[in-house]
């Protein structure tokens, strides 16, 4: 299945992007009158024809329309620090959304290493592994968010602390329930300190264990993505 990414789609007539015409009419050698697939990222997959072969501006005809593709009954967001390299954190980003993610916010804690990220990359890191995973829904990424501020301001029907501190904590399977909204905060290499894990206690978070081994970050942040996926399977 050749499958493309057009954000904005309205009407019967749409225009891939320079880079995905290139790809289209160049690398895959797709030429008038070829089926080819559509994502708006928005739940919408439309099944498609090519019309105007352009390697520039390559259009197409939209043939049928399918909303809601793939439409999850839960939510699952995901609040995560930024690794040091920047490539375990692509590699985090490409591989829930795979599984099945729906929106991520990089956070600055007391122990975070990286504190810039560049989110036109990140976005196409996004964009490729929905392609890649035939999804219909785009990731949301937020900006880069302070620790505080964020479990301050943010809610959600469940919301988890996963950490390496010690103290007796859940594992994160036993408490996770289908259907609902699940907030995750995942830190950085040298974890929530402390006061924050105490922080995030005051404003609702839960204390959890994604089991006895210490994770790196991306590895906890894609744990604990499938563990909700698979909750809700």
């Not at 995901?78 to 390299?85: F, L």
């Not at 809610?155 to 408490?175: P, Q, R, V």
Request: glycine fraction near 6%.
């Amino acid at each position: 299945m050749q499958l493309f990414y057009i954000p904005d789609i309205s009407g019967k007539q749409v225009t891939l992007s320079t880079e995905e015409s290139k790809h289209a009419v160049k690398v895959l050698r797709l030429t008038s009158g070829e089926r080819v697939h559509i994502v708006d990222g928005k739940g919408g997959f439309f099944e498609s024809e090519i019309s105007n072969p352009n390697p520039k501006n390559c259009e197409l005809r939209i043939l049928e329309t399918k909303n809601e593709f793939g439409k999850r009954d839960f939510h699952l967001h995901m609040a995560i620090a930024p690794t040091k390299n920047i490539d375990r954190f692509e590699w985090f980003l490409e591989k829930c959304t795979e599984i099945g993610i729906d929106e991520i916010t990089p956070i600055l804690s007391e122990h975070s290493e990286r504190k810039v990220l560049k989110p036109e990359r990140l976005e196409k890191i996004l964009v490729s592994a929905m392609k890649q995973s035939v999804k219909a829904y785009l990731p949301k990424l937020n900006k880069i968010t302070h620790f505080q501020d964020f479990v301050a301001e943010k809610n959600a029907s469940a919301k988890y602390i996963a950490h390496c501190n010690e103290g007796k904590k859940a594992h994160l399977k036993d408490l996770v329930k289908q259907g609902v909204e699940v907030l995750i905060l995942i830190g950085p290499e040298g974890d929530f300190s402390p006061e924050e894990v105490k922080l995030a206690q005051t404003n609702g978070f839960t204390e959890i264990s994604l089991g006895n081994a210490r994770l790196r970050t991306e590895t906890a942040g894609i744990v604990a993505c499938h563990i909700v996926n698979l909750a809700n399977d």
